[in-house]
Nanobody, 122 residues
Framework: QVQLVESGGGLVQPGGSLRLSCAAS????????MGWYRQPSGKQRELVAT???????HYADSVKGRFTISRDNAKNTVDLQMNSLKPEDTAVYYC????????????????WGQGTQVTVSS
């Protein structure tokens, strides 16, 4: 069983900052890509940022320059530092990991956290 647990969500004012954290645990051999997605109320889930193991991060245009994703491969954690937050950043943020359970697995299995609410409002 694999679990991804997010933390750090909350209510902040526009222009403020927030840091989200996610820890993956359980029967994991390795993790390829870790990332963050978000889903505003009534809208479809969208990519925020991803980072592969040993690779460069990718950001959605809407957050580039404001958000920074980082991961610790040894700890199987991924963080999202969010600065200069805007009301349109309000959403449930989900942690994602593409992982394999055994070295002989020929595909990656996608797991999601339960989500953490981020609200940007005055």
């Amino acid at each position: 069983q694999v679990q991804l647990v997010e933390s750090g969500g909350g209510l902040v004012q526009p222009g403020g900052s927030l840091r989200l954290s996610c820890a993956a645990s359980g029967s994991i051999f390795s993790i390829n890509v870790m990332g963050w997605y978000r889903q505003p109320s009534g809208k479809q889930r969208e990519l925020v940022a991803t980072v592969p193991s040993g690779g460069s991060a990718h950001y959605a245009d809407s957050v580039k320059g404001r958000f920074t994703i980082s991961r610790d491969n040894a700890k199987n954690t991924v963080d999202l530092q969010m600065n200069s937050l805007k009301p349109e950043d309000t959403a449930v943020y989900y942690c994602n990991a593409d992982l394999r359970y055994k070295p002989e697995d020929r595909t990656w299995y996608r797991w999601w956290g339960q989500g953490t609410q981020v609200t940007v409002s005055s």
